[in-house]
């Protein structure tokens, strides 16, 4: 299932009809589902989406963080 990431716009509450009508977060993203209730909501300007997405994890990061805290242990 495609997903939208973003949070609601400054004063805006939006429900996510998925989650029992609980409002979403103000203050982190949120993904949603890609429906046309949020798309609705992104074209009235209530939901701004984000456009960045998380990297996946490289074999080179991975070695990085470990390296990193190991050196911190000892």
Do not use: C, H
């Amino acid at each position: 299932m495609k997903t939208i990431t973003g949070r609601p716009a400054p004063g805006a509450r939006l429900l996510d009809p998925a989650n029992g009508y609980r409002p979403i977060s103000n203050d982190m993203d949120s993904t949603l589902p890609r429906n046309s209730y949020w798309r609705r909501a992104t074209l009235r300007g209530d939901f701004l989406e984000t456009k960045s997405t998380p990297k996946p994890a490289t074999k080179q990061t991975a070695e990085k963080v470990s390296k990193t805290m190991n050196e911190e242990k000892g």
